[in-house]
């Protein structure tokens, strides 16, 4: 089964003021990971969705979502 | 290009590879320039120049290796590994098939499945980067 997941997580990371190289550096992954990330290119492993979450001070939920 | 170093030397190294690689196939297709066991020299030379200098870059960058081998490039690696195997494996297929047919030295067939082993992986990863998939 392949779902393409609802990425929100370029809106809260403007919302914290970060870019994606900010960002990267503070999770340990490059920038281009953010950045497909963004673009619903690559889906993160559940640890790195933590991570990112933890960093960005919101819950998974708030960065991905499954579509209705 | 990617501001990390080690990101950076990984594909220029894979560039290199390839490259280089192309080179020798064109020229021993064209039966011209320096002889088959220099393209080896040559092409292992600069495989084990890019291992040195991504041995040391890992040494001096361990945070910016650590994020050259984040999750997506770790993928991307696993795919380009699974890649070359299939393609060496094709080629050998081929190969063996000239072979037995006669259209092929073994010797020749054996000398170049190195090189196609070693620059498979490598293209894949470019078309990667070249994807965005990688960097």
């Known amino acids: 089964m392949t779902t393409r997941l609802i990425v929100h997580l370029r809106a809260h990371r403007t919302k914290a003021g970060m870019t994606q190289a900010e960002l990267a550096d503070a999770v340990g992954v490059s920038r281009k990971t953010i950045n497909t990330i963004e673009n619903g290119v690559f889906t993160p492993s559940t640890i790195l969705a933590l991570t990112l979450a933890e960093e960005l001070d919101c819950s998974v939920h708030d960065l991905f979502e499954l579509p209705q | 290009m990617s501001a990390n170093p080690v990101s950076r030397a990984r594909l220029i190294g894979s560039a290199a590879v390839v490259i280089v690689t192309c080179c020798a196939f064109i020229a021993a297709f064209f039966s011209v320039g320096p002889s088959g066991l220099t393209w080896a020299y040559i092409i292992g030379g600069i495989a084990i120049g890019y291992a040195v ?11 910016a290796a650590d994020a050259a081998w ?5 993928q991307a690696h696993r795919d380009s590994l699974i890649f070359g195997f299939w393609a060496t494996l094709a080629v050998f297929l081929v190969f063996l098939s000239l072979s037995l047919t006669e259209r092929m030295d073994p010797a020749h067939a054996f000398y170049w499945l190195g090189p196609i082993l070693g620059v498979a992986p490598s293209a894949h990863y470019l078309t990667s980067v070249a994807r965005g998939r990688a960097e």
């Not at chain 2, 200098?53 to 945070?63: A, G, K, N, T």
């Open chain 2, 53 to 63: 200098l991504s041995v040391i870059l890992h040494l001096r960058y361990p945070e």
């Open chain 2, 70 to 74: 984040d999750e997506q490039n770790s």
